[in-house]
């Protein structure tokens, strides 16, 4: 199984105005079947010089992960481990589990974790040894999990 992956980025500018910016997509699947990560990634920056004293910036990255796992977290043998031996069926021969074997092989668990981060600034150059700076940012991560068990 191999990984696949593209990116890529761009940078430039005048002396006051500079940019940046970059892109990635990967997909790597895992060992497991149905197991699978795509990764998605975009950044970019603005940085601006204004005067020779006072500059700015804004910066954006956005980040996505999309998981596909075959088995729960706790994975499937440790469902065979807590099994009851006692209460054996021709569906759970291991014995009483949460699922039967096929239910352990056809469980979707899904977990899509989306990063976006934005950010700027501002700087000031009161004299060569003296600066000030602002800078403002937002943080926001939202992660969600949807689990199917046939």
Known sequence: MS??????SVRGGTPGVKYFASGRIADKPGSAPKNAV???AFRTAL????????????DVNIVRNNTDATYPT???YAEYMLANPAKETPERPYGEQDWTIQGALDFTSVEETDNRM?????AYAWSPSINSSLRVG?????VETTRWVP
């Open 138 to 142: 937002l943080n926001d991560v939202n």
């Open 3 to 8: 990984s696949k992956g593209t990116s890529v």
């Open 118 to 122: 934005l950010s700027g600034a501002l």
């Open 74 to 76: 706790w994975g499937a």
């Open 38 to 40: 795509e990764n998605y």
């Open 47 to 58: 940085d601006f010089q204004h005067t020779d004293k006072f500059s700015s910036s804004f």
